[in-house]
């Protein structure tokens, strides 16, 4: 059944495996709501692969591209049951421009620091302090070096952060500081929002925007934080195939169920689900200029 207002799904990986079966039925279940969709990558493959999909729909679906902090390690993950084995990849800044070139591409991301999964248990030894300390300063160089890149192309940043918000914030104040002539010209968004009011506002005063998963139907840690904060600060994405709301937990998730996490700020902040759904994708049209 078709909402009768439009919304926008800012962040779904569409361009992972667990979509390799179906993401064209899956675009088509949200496109049909009037559901559009960006789909951000973790590395070259899955960029290059957001790109693909994106290209195959005139309209409403669009890819953001980059190399998530964690992907410059090696890692092992399992996918559908799968065991997968990756290289650690160091970012190319030519292979991601000339993917960047594409229309449809809106955005560079996801991006940023995740202190949460370092290379090895941390033990305390110190050699094992020295190559914590390695991998924190080789994701602060990709990051500078992919803001840089939007801000070469003039596109926004999607920022994923996990345990790492003082760097984060440090890290985008230098960039900016360093930048005099375009201070401000780099926009972006804090992607599935973590933290309290006083860290939105630091973001906020950047210039960035937050934006809120389905974590929040069945987590109430962000109540206070949504009652208050302002509407035209905020996105709604799904993080599929993540973080799927209440009402479909334990389920892959996807785009469509985007309109949940709309109804849970509706009803925190007590007005409706239209006037969530149309600030919303104001702001995402906005910051990603897209319609
Ligand atoms: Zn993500």
Redesign the pocket.
Known sequence: MANGFQLIDT?C?LNFQAYTKDVDAVIRRALDQKISLII?A?ELKSSKRAVEIARKYEAGVYAAVGLHPVHLQDSEFEEEGKKIKMKGERFDYDSYQRLAQSGKVVAIG?IGLDYHYLPIGQTGLPEDKTKVRQNQQLQQFTFLQQLELANDIGKPAII?CRDAHDDVLKLIKDFYSRKPSRSGALKGVM??FSGDWELAWQYFDLGFLISFTGLITFNNSWDDLLRKVPLNKIMIET?SPFMAPATQRGKRNEPSYVVEVAKKIAELKNITVESVAKATTQNAQALFGIK
Do not use: Y
């Open positions: 962040h990986h951000p973790t996801e994923h992607h599935c993080d």
